[in-house]
């Protein structure tokens, strides 16, 4: 089994920054890809960022683009989520996930195995 547990998110004005961080336990997700997922009231959950084990290929939603930026540290067993220009519209719950053995970073959320409970994130105009 595998844990995950989300950290940095809070409230913050249009235009700021914010990281995420996902820390796994149980098992090393060394040789998992991960994503970051967001779901919003009332709207269904979408990646945001996924990345492989290496961390050579990643997915990004186009609405992030430019703006996101997921990364990891297989030594720390944690990923990352750098959020840039931020929007009130990246108002959501963001959520960590791992997928087994995958060096695809797929963006289907039914593709992962294992989530975190969530960290909310809250920008403000």
């Known amino acids: 089994q595998v844990q995950l547990v989300e950290s940095g998110g809070g409230l913050v004005q249009a235009g700021g920054s914010l990281r995420l961080s996902c820390a796994a336990s149980g098992r090393t997700v060394s040789n998992y890809a991960m994503g970051w997922f967001r779901q919003a009231p009332g709207k269904e959950r979408e990646a945001v960022g996924t990345?492989?084990?290496?961390?050579?290929?990643?997915y990004y939603a186009d609405s992030v683009k430019g703006r996101f930026t997921i990364s990891r540290d297989n030594a720390k067993n944690t990923v990352y989520l750098q959020m840039n220009s931020l929007t009130p519209e990246d108002t959501a719950v963001y959520y960590c996930?791992?997928?087994?053995?995958?060096?695809?970073?797929?963006?289907?959320?039914?593709?992962?195995?294992?989530w975190g409970q969530g960290t909310q994130v809250t920008v403000s105009s």
């Open positions: 996930a791992a997928r087994r053995g995958s060096i695809w970073p797929s963006p289907r959320s039914n593709d992962y195995d294992y």
């Open positions: 990345i492989i084990w290496s961390g050579g290929t990643t």
